[in-house]
């Protein structure tokens, strides 16, 4: 199976700043890659697929990267909405796995 | 618009059994993979089961394996998810979700069925 390595666990920061978050695969995963966003007691919601590409409706200032085993979530400008979980998801292969999520806090 | 309507969670003593259901709208159901992923309370995401378009071909997670089955009925445009023996650690919100046609990627989600398993 392949494992996803999600850093940090949590993240303080404000509103205005420059979120990065790393997923780390334990193999070569071809940028089959999700990232979803999750607030508290509501459904995951899917940001980037393909680990790069954007979903429908998903403001600008989310950006995925990377290829290989290292992909980057990353978030320009925070705003007060986007403080919430966030989720890496390998979709190359059965089991698809999940990171662990990394929680964007307040500072 | 899509919609997916999980139900049949509640809480069962260890060892017991749960069959969930998954009413799925405005979408050509019988085109779709389909998948079942749950979260633990308070803890992340994790995929359970995969069953193909004609329902020919399912996978597992190693932790459900031998327990769950995963089933669909194209004709009612529902996907089932039987579980039995059920543990303590089954304990979680389950979600049936299709897979995207661009990939292995879950755009759109329900409001999920919980399942509470108590010894």
Redesign the interface.
């Known amino acids: ?1 392949i494992q996803m390595t999600q850093s940090p666990s949590s993240v303080p920061a404000s509103v205005g700043d420059r979120v990065t978050i790393t997923c780390r695969a334990s193999q070569d995963i071809n940028r ?1 890659l ?1 990232w ?1 966003q999750q607030k508290p007691g509501k ?4 940001l980037i ?2 680990a790069s590409t954007l ?1 429908s409706g998903v403001p600008s200032r989310f950006s995925g990267s990377g290829s290989g085993t290292e992909y980057t979530l990353s978030i320009d400008s925070l705003q007060p909405e986007d403080f919430a979980t966030y ?1 890496c ?1 390998q ?2 292969s ?8 990394t929680k964007v806090e307040i500072k | 618009e899509v919609q997916l309507v999980e139900s049949g969670g509640g809480w069962v003593q260890s060892g017991g059994s749960l069959r969930l259901s998954c009413a799925a709208s405005g979408f050509t159901f019988s085109d779709f993979e389909m ?1 079942w992923v749950r979260q633990a309370p308070g803890k ?4 359970i089961s ?1 069953i193909s378009s004609s329902g020919y071909t399912i ?1 597992y ?2 932790s459900v394996k031998g327990r769950f089955t995963i089933s669909r009925d194209n004709a009612k445009d529902s996907l089932f998810l039987q579980m039995d023996s059920l543990r303590d650690e089954d304990t979680a919100l389950y ?1 049936c979700l299709p897979l ?1 046609t ?6 759109h ?4 069925a919980l399942v509470t398993v108590s010894s």
């Open positions: 199976d089959y999700a979803y459904a995951p919601k899917l697929f393909a979903q989720y998801q979709a190359d059965f089991p698809f796995t999940f990171g662990g999520g | 998948t992340g995401l994790e995929w995969y996978y997670a190693d979600y995207m661009s990939g292995n990627y879950f755009d989600w329900g409001q999920g």
